[in-house]
């Protein structure tokens, strides 16, 4: 199984707890989430965060909808917590979030890990369609950040 890894780092100029308090609301995922996915939170809200709840949200990518239902795997709160699919079009998605308070405000870390079914099906499908894709949700994760964070 070929993993690929996204890693991305985006200070913020708030306090950590602040910045890790909007991050770990699963309803800002609709916020920060691009319109061509067609988002939605399944699951009833608030959820409760912790490890072992679970999340279910309805997307649709290229025309094609599909239900994706993340774990979170760990909860570290004010630090990190991590997400991992357990139903989805992925083989592997496991999303690590960290937040670290620096000087003037939080410096927060992406970390994602995932593979794709399909063998080299797969392979071929995201050297053309996914890795952009995927780099094209956290580019306007970026965007989205700066523009609500400040």
Same mark, same amino acid.
């Given at each position: ?32 989430? #691009? ?21 279910? !949200?309805?997307?649709?990518? !290229? ?13 570290? #709160? ?35 890990? !995932? ?24 580019? !306007? ?10």
């Amino acid at each position: 199984m070929t993993t690929y890894r996204i890693e991305r780092e985006q200070f913020i100029a708030k306090p950590l707890a602040q910045v890790f308090d909007f991050f770990c609301r699963a309803e800002t995922l609709e916020v920060l989430t #691009p319109s061509f996915l067609h988002f939605a939170i399944v699951s009833p809200l608030p959820i409760a965060m912790r490890a072992g709840a679970i999340i279910e !949200y309805r997307l649709r990518l !290229y025309g094609v909808p599909f239900r994706w239902k993340t774990l979170i795997e760990a909860w570290d #709160p004010g630090r990190r917590f991590v997400d991992a699919q357990v139903e989805g079009p992925y083989r592997l998605w496991r999303h690590t979030h960290t937040f670290e308070e620096v000087p003037g405000g939080t410096l927060m870390r992406d970390q994602v890990d !995932y593979a794709l079914p399909f063998g080299l099906l797969g392979a071929v499908v995201h050297a053309l369609f996914v890795r952009r894709s995927v780099e094209r949700i956290f580019d !306007y994760r970026r965007r989205q950040v700066r523009e609500t964070m400040g």
